[in-house]
């Protein structure tokens, strides 16, 4: 999985940093083409303003204007009537010479009339007359704003001190600056607008009103900075505008065009959600490939290994074979076929081990130390022959009866732990009647009920007595007692002899930890210690270490599970 994202996700970083710059370089050059677009159409609106204004003072100078605007009532109705024809049609000219000009007017206050170029029955509007003086314009600007329409004014004379004689003012279309505005914008949703944040007034191509508002918040944005020209990206109501803006020192206004990116973008849109779509197609095919790996090689796999992990820990089932004649299939025959062979040869290794138990048994019943047995004899003999030891005798009797009993009973493997112990306390009783007082002997502990292999005390007991007091001049202390702890009842016969060092010690357990790889010809401690391992296994068995009263402490290892 991780090489799989390590190969899809690069590729699809690619593809999406190919698609962002993509967009980048055409958002761009798209702004770049309206600012050019827009250099353009405000450049010829300014080259026109221009002309218009360069060119009004011809018309200012009109000998007919001034004539009739002075002496106009003291002519005749005729020759008034012929120059106010004459005057009208230079205002045709005048109108006729531009397409941006909507109406040529002349102001006579003295004949109190407006001259238009089409209309000759008019009176002059004093409000709108006042407009168009001078004292109402700014000195930077040719233009006056009067109603929400635009004039080019000049009057005569020329000065603001006097009133004017008659105004001579060109009306500007606005229909046809809005054409202008429209060719900038160019596309479908867009907006353009000319503003002029000083006078208040605007031209615009579109009719939203809230993107108005918010063109006219970012004109001012640019205005404080002093910010000439340029584009940038505007966030309003939701949508991204491709914004493009530029400001006329002629007409004192910002140019600013906003057009909607996802019409421009278009494209650009359409492949970044297809990108999308292609992004949660591969996160579905990873889930579909995941769901399938999961199913046709994780799952079969891990069963495999707890399988396996079952086997360790001595847990031979077999797998259910689900699959067919696949890999998977194979292996999961191959491993039932490895737990068959094992069983078999865990079956066959537990039985030679039971025999071996056996015959180590039944070799321990055999090898009965044949001193112990004259001993009990002439021990016999001598408490025949004295006459005030006939009682004692006859319980001698009981106990050699009891314990070759028991030595030579093989029907039973396991026994008691309780019989076990009993034939211990029977084989002391034995030894009391020969040792007399030299030997003082204590059990403790209580005997829990466990079934233990035979022979396994009584030996160690009777190394005691052939090992530790055999040549001992002193009394003897015979100590055997019990613990438990955790699954693991220990028995320890201690003795206080002094005949065995350090160092035999260890050399004693050295050969504990090696009995496994030899056989033992004795009866005593290894023969106890290699049944007992065979019985319970390798961490049971026999320890020995220094007692407590001095000789050898012998522990005897059982489990209670």
């Given at each position: 999985?991780?090489?799989?994202?390590?190969?899809?996700?690069?590729?699809?970083?690619?593809?999406?940093?190919?698609?962002?710059?993509?967009?980048?370089?055409?958002?761009?050059?798209?702004s770049?083409?309206?600012?050019?677009?827009?250099?353009f159409?405000?450049?010829?609106l300014?080259?026109?303003?221009d002309?218009?204004?360069?060119?009004?003072?011809?018309y200012?100078?009109?000998?007919?204007?001034?004539?009739?605007?002075?002496?106009?009532?003291?002519?005749?109705?005729?020759?008034?009537?012929?120059k106010?024809?004459?005057?009208?049609?230079?205002?045709?000219?005048?109108?006729?010479?531009?397409?941006?000009?909507?109406?040529?007017?002349?102001?006579v206050?003295?004949?109190?009339?407006?001259?238009?170029?089409?209309?000759?029955?008019?009176?002059?509007?004093?409000?709108?007359?006042?407009?168009?003086?001078?004292?109402?314009?700014?000195?930077?600007?040719?233009?006056?704003?009067w109603?929400?329409r635009?004039?080019?004014?000049?009057?005569?004379?020329?000065?603001?001190?006097?009133?004017?004689?008659?105004?001579?003012?060109?009306?500007?279309?606005k229909?046809?600056?809005?054409?202008?505005l429209?060719?900038?914008?160019?596309?479908?949703?867009?907006?353009?607008v000319?503003?002029?944040l000083?006078?208040g007034?605007?031209?615009?191509?579109?009719?939203d009103?809230l993107?108005?508002e918010r063109?006219k918040?970012?004109?001012?944005?640019?205005?404080?900075?002093?910010?000439?020209?340029?584009?940038?990206?505007l966030?309003?109501?939701?949508?991204?505008?491709l914004?493009?803006?530029?400001?006329?020192?002629?007409?004192?206004?910002?140019?600013?065009?906003?057009?909607?990116?996802?019409?421009?973008?278009?494209?650009?849109?359409?492949?970044?959600?297809?990108?999308?779509?292609a992004?949660?197609?591969?996160?579905c095919?990873?889930?579909?490939?995941s769901y399938?790996?999961?199913?046709?090689?994780y799952?079969?796999?891990?069963?495999?290994?707890?399988?396996?992990?079952?086997?360790?820990?001595?847990?031979?089932?077999?797998?259910?074979?689900?699959?067919?004649?696949d890999?998977?299939?194979?292996?999961?025959?191959?491993?039932?076929?490895?737990?068959?062979?094992?069983?078999?040869?865990?079956?066959?290794?537990?039985e030679?081990?039971?025999?071996?138990?056996?015959?180590?048994?039944?070799?321990?019943?055999?090898?009965?130390?044949?001193?112990?047995?004259?001993?009990?004899?002439?021990?016999?003999c001598?408490?025949?022959?004295?006459?005030?030891?006939?009682?004692?005798?006859?319980?001698?009797?009981?106990y050699?009866?009891?314990?070759?009993?028991?030595?030579t009973?093989n029907?039973?493997?396991?026994?008691?732990l309780e019989?076990?112990?009993?034939?211990?306390?029977?084989?002391?009783?034995?030894?009391?009647?020969?040792?007399?007082?030299?030997?003082?002997?204590?059990?403790?502990?209580?005997?829990?009920d466990l079934?233990?292999?035979?022979?396994?005390?009584?030996?160690?007991?009777e190394?005691?007595y052939e090992?530790?007091?055999g040549?001992?001049?002193?009394?003897?202390?015979?100590?055997?007692?019990?613990?438990?702890?955790?699954?693991?009842?220990?028995?320890?016969?201690?003795?206080n002899?002094?005949?065995?060092?350090?160092e035999?010690?260890?050399?004693?357990?050295?050969?504990?930890?090696?009995?496994?790889?030899?056989?033992?010809?004795t009866?005593?401690?290894?023969?106890?210690?290699?049944?007992i391992?065979?019985?319970?296994?390798?961490?049971?068995?026999?320890?020995?270490?220094r007692?407590?009263?001095?000789?050898l402490?012998?522990?005897?290892?059982?489990?209670?599970?």
């Open positions: 999985m991780a090489a799989f994202l390590a190969a899809l996700l690069p590729l699809m970083m690619i593809t999406w940093l190919i698609n962002e710059k993509g967009s980048n370089n055409i958002r761009t050059e798209i770049k083409s309206i600012l050019n677009m827009t250099r159409y405000l450049d010829s300014d080259k026109e303003a002309r218009i204004s360069r060119y009004l003072p011809n200012v100078m009109d000998n007919d204007l001034m004539e009739i605007a002075t002496t106009g009532t003291a002519m005749s109705y005729y020759d008034r009537s012929r106010i024809l004459d005057i009208q049609r230079r205002l045709d000219l005048m109108k006729n010479s531009s397409p941006f000009i909507q109406e040529a007017r002349a102001y206050p003295l004949l109190e009339r407006t001259i238009l170029s089409s209309k000759y029955e008019t009176s002059i509007n004093e409000q709108e007359f006042k407009a168009m003086q001078q004292s109402a314009k700014l000195y930077e600007e040719p233009f006056v704003n109603n929400g635009i004039f080019i004014t000049m009057q005569y004379p020329a000065t603001s001190v006097k009133n004017p004689i008659y105004v001579v003012a060109v009306e500007l279309s229909t046809k600056i809005q054409e202008i429209t060719q900038i914008s160019g596309v479908e949703g867009a907006q353009s000319l503003l002029n000083d006078r007034w605007e031209a615009q191509s579109g009719k009103s993107l108005l063109m918040a970012f004109a001012i944005d640019k205005r404080d900075v002093k910010s000439g020209e340029g584009y940038e990206t966030n309003f109501d939701g949508k991204r505008y914004t493009v803006y530029k400001y006329s020192k002629l007409w004192n206004s910002y140019s600013i065009t906003c057009i909607p990116e996802a019409n421009v973008l278009g494209p650009l849109q359409m492949y970044r959600m297809w990108f999308w779509v992004c949660i197609l591969s996160v095919i990873v889930l579909f490939f399938f790996l999961l199913k046709l090689i799952r079969p796999l891990m069963k495999l290994v707890h399988s396996f992990r079952r086997m360790r820990q001595n847990m031979l089932e077999p797998i259910t074979i689900d699959r067919g004649a890999e998977f299939g194979y292996l999961y025959q191959a491993f039932n076929d490895t737990v068959k062979s094992l069983r078999t040869l865990i079956e066959e290794n537990y030679q081990q039971i025999r071996n138990q056996r015959s180590e048994l039944k070799r321990l019943q055999s090898q009965i130390n044949p001193h112990f047995l004259y001993n009990c004899f002439f021990v016999l001598r408490l025949i022959k004295s006459e005030n030891q006939k009682e004692k005798a006859y319980q001698f009797c009981l050699i009866g009891q314990y070759f009993q028991f030595i009973r029907d039973e493997d396991d026994i008691p019989l076990e112990v009993n034939h211990s306390r029977t084989y002391v009783d034995m030894q009391t009647i020969c040792y007399g007082d030299r030997i003082q002997v204590r059990f403790e502990g209580e005997v829990p079934s233990v292999p035979r022979l396994i005390l009584q030996p160690i007991i190394n005691a090992h530790a007091f040549n001992m001049i002193q009394t003897g202390e015979l100590w055997v007692h019990s613990k438990l702890h955790d699954n693991v009842f220990s028995i320890y016969v201690e003795d002899g002094r005949g065995i060092t350090d035999e010690i260890e050399q004693l357990q050295t050969r504990l930890r090696q009995s496994q790889s030899r056989m033992e010809e009866t005593g401690i290894i023969n106890v210690h290699r049944r391992q065979l019985r319970y296994g390798e961490e049971y068995g026999i320890t020995m270490s007692s407590k009263l001095g000789g402490q012998v522990g005897i290892n059982l489990s209670t599970s």
